[in-house]
């Protein structure tokens, strides 16, 4: 039960941080993961998160990007051998050019 609710007190804060910082641009995403695939099992994740990265920077014209710990959690969540094929996101872009990525709420 403490996980349970330690993992919503975190949430709950994530989301207070979304509202604090003001978006300029906001937009939703279905970013393609496959290119993780082509590397060696082992690589697979980390290779995600520059993907996911990489795509961010290229769609959104970013100079930093910001991952919240719960699409970090969701491309980890089933190993470092098998990351998603693709994953949904919604990403927002303050007035210091920084991109904040979360997972889309379906």
Do not use: C
């Amino acid at each position: 039960m403490k996980a349970e609710e330690a993992e919503e007190k975190r949430e709950e804060v994530e989301e207070e941080k979304a509202e604090e910082v003001e978006f300029v641009e906001e937009r939703v995403y279905t970013v393609p993961l496959k290119k993780a695939w082509r590397t060696p099992r082992p690589l697979r994740t980390p290779r995600a998160i520059r993907v996911l990265k990489e795509f961010v920077i290229r769609h959104m014209k970013a100079e930093e990007v910001k991952l919240s710990q719960e699409v970090n959690n969701f491309i980890w969540s089933r190993g470092i051998e098998k990351p998603p094929r693709r994953i949904r996101i919604r990403v927002g872009k303050d007035k210091d050019n920084v991109a904040w990525v979360y997972l889309a709420k379906k």
